[in-house]
């Protein structure tokens, strides 16, 4: 069974750093693409980072450019979203996910709050 | 950015009714579009990828078609465990774009 379980979510201050990580099984990670999608809380989906299944090649959405990382561990099965200089805009429920040109499956997701 | 403009933004129906969501994307985007359904509290489930292949375990009554900029989600006969809010998703380009999602509801 495909299973994706996200990690390191919590209460920052803005400005601060948080690492989210999702461990992978079920399936051979190195060989595919992986992305993160957030939520806000009560708003629509938005695609985050994606990452080439060797990490040679990643992919950001403008409102995380330079300051979020995407990458990947393909010997620990494990894909990585650093996050820097976060805003209260940040504040979302965080989903991993396999692939990029369809989404499948979803973590269940970690929520990350940006707050003073 | 593409982006993507589901109609309507929200909708009543009642258990056995067909219902029909759209999708529009601002410029043509060939095939390349996904829908997902959504639960509260719970991650997105993929229904339908490349605008109208059906993913593995999915219903038969949901059904997707269109390519270029228009598109629709079907669902011929709305069940109790539909009710949930729905998402088209391209990704013909980078940065990938999901549409602001239609809640179907009783």
């Known amino acids: 069974e495909v299973q994706l379980v996200e990690s390191g979510g919590g209460l920052v201050q803005p400005g601060g750093s948080l690492r989210l990580s999702c461990a992978a099984s079920?399936?051979?990670?190195?060989?595919?693409?992986m992305s993160w999608v957030r939520q806000a809380p009560g708003k629509g989906l938005e695609w985050v980072s994606a990452i080439s299944s060797s990490g040679d090649n990643t992919y950001d959405a403008d409102s995380v450019k330079g300051r979020f990382t995407i990458s990947r561990d393909n010997s620990k099965k494990t894909l990585y979203l650093q996050m820097n200089s976060l805003r209260a805009e940040d504040t979302a429920v965080y989903y991993c996910?396999?692939?990029?040109?369809?989404?499948?499956?979803w973590g269940q997701g970690t929520l990350v709050t940006v707050s003073s | 950015a593409i982006q993507l403009t589901q109609s309507p933004s929200s909708l009543s129906a009642s258990v056995g009714d067909r219902v029909t969501i759209t999708c529009r994307a601002s410029q043509g985007i060939s095939s390349a579009l996904a829908w997902y359904q959504q639960k509260p509290g719970k991650a997105p489930k993929l229904l339908i990828y490349?605008?109208?292949s059906l993913e593995s375990g999915v219903p038969s009554r949901f059904s997707g078609s269109g390519s270029g900029t228009d598109f629709t989600l079907t669902i011929s006969s709305l069940q109790p465990e539909d009710f949930a809010t729905y998402y088209c998703q391209q990704f013909n380009n980078f940065p990938l774009t999901f549409g602001g999602g239609t809640k179907v509801e009783i």
């Open positions: 996910t396999k692939g990029y040109r369809r989404f499948d499956p």
């Open positions: 490349d605008a109208s």
């Open positions: 079920g399936f051979t990670f190195s060989s595919y693409a």
